[in-house]
C-alpha cells in the first residue's frame, strides 16, 4: 500500500440502500476507502457487487446513504446525484465487466479521446486550430502514448481497437480509465476472460497503478488467487449487505465468507 494517505478514507460509502421496486440490491452498505490502497469487494454471484460500482459512480442513485469522495486538496464531494461524468470529473475512474471501447478507433485514439475530457479546450478552439487547442491535443496524444506504454500495449497503439485480444482489451479499457487523471480507478472483473498468463500480468499491472501511479484501486473480481495477492484489504458483500472485511488471510478465514462462496447459487445477478 502507498503510506502516504493510508489513513485518511478517500472513497466513503455510508448506509448505501439500493432498491428495484421490490428487490433490495443493497442494504445498509458500508465502504471506506483509504488513500492509496488497493481494496477488494468480493461476494457469490448476485451479491450486489457491480450495483454498488455504479452507485458509487452515479450510474444508479441509492434510495438511501451517502457516497463522499475527497480530492487531494482536502475537499468533500457528495457523489449521489451527481452524473457519471461529473463524478470522473472529480477524480473517480472505472471499467466495465462488459468491455465499452470505440472498436473502429486505434487505441490510441481511445486513450486520446479521454486524455482530452481533463482539458479545457473547447471545441470552438479545436475547430479554428487556435494556438493552446492545437498543444493541448499534443499533450493529449503524448499522455495517451505514455499510459499505453505503460499498461503494455505501446507497439499497438495504431491498431483498431476491436482487433485487439480480449485481455489486451481490458488494458487497453484501464488506460483510457487512467488517462482521465483519477485519484481512485474502480476495476469491475478486469481478469474476466483472460488466460492464466494474462492475469498474472494484471497483477503486476494493478500493483503498479497503486505504487507508481499513486492511485488507488477499488477492485470487483472472482478470481480469488489474483485478490488475494494484490489486495490490500477485502471487503465480502453476500446477498446486497457486508458480512465481513479485513486483510486477505483475516477473510480468508472467516466462517461467513466461507458459509456465502459454499451455499452460492449460480447464475450472475450481481
Not at 77 to 90: A, C, M, Q
Not at 101 to 128: D, M
Not at 148 to 172: I, K
Not at 206 to 231: F, K, P, T, Y
Request: glycine content about 10%.
Amino acid at each position: 500500500m502507498n503510506t502516504l494517505q493510508q489513513d485518511t478514507a478517500v472513497l466513503e460509502a455510508e448506509a448505501l440502500t439500493l432498491r428495484f421496486g421490490g428487490l433490495t440490491s443493497l442494504s445498509e452498505v458500508s465502504l471506506r476507502m483509504r488513500g492509496g490502497e488497493v481494496l477488494a469487494v468480493i461476494g457469490p454471484n448476485g451479491a450486489g457487487k457491480t450495483s454498488l460500482f455504479n452507485s458509487l459512480t452515479g450510474v444508479y442513485r441509492p434510495q438511501e446513504g451517502r457516497v463522499t469522495f475527497r480530492d487531494p486538496a482536502g475537499g468533500e464531494h457528495e457523489l449521489l446525484g451527481r452524473k457519471p461524468h461529473l463524478v470522473n470529473r472529480l477524480g473517480v475512474a472505472r471499467t466495465f465487466q462488459n468491455i465499452r471501447l470505440f472498436g473502429a478507433l486505434s487505441a490510441l485514439e481511445n486513450v486520446q479521446v479521454a486524455a482530452q475530457t481533463r482539458q479545457r479546450t473547447g471545441p470552438l478552439g479545436i475547430a479554428l486550430g487556435l494556438p493552446h487547442a492545437r498543444r493541448a491535443e499534443r499533450e493529449s496524444s503524448q499522455r495517451a502514448r505514455e499510459l499505453l506504454e505503460f499498461v503494455g500495449l505501446g507497439a499497438r497503439l495504431d491498431e483498431p481497437a476491436g482487433s485487439l485480444s480480449y485481455g489486451d482489451q481490458r488494458r487497453l479499457e484501464i488506460a483510457r480509465a487512467l488517462a482521465t487523471d483519477p485519484r481512485v480507478v474502480l476495476l469491475d472483473e478486469p481478469a474476466a476472460g483472460t488466460n492464466p498468463t494474462e492475469k498474472l500480468e494484471l497483477t503486476e499491472l494493478i500493483r503498479q497503478i497503486n505504487r507508481e501511479l499513486g492511485v488507488g484501486v477499488l477492485l470487483i473480481e472472482h478470481d480469488m488467487r489474483l485478490v488475494m495477492s494484490v489486495a490490500d484489504r477485502v471487503v465480502v458483500l453476500n446477498f446486497g449487505r457486508v458480512i465481513a472485511e479485513g486483510t486477505p488471510a483475516e477473510v480468508q478465514r472467516d466462517p461467513a465468507v466461507i458459509e456465502a462462496y459454499l451455499g452460492a447459487e449460480e447464475g450472475d445477478h450481481s
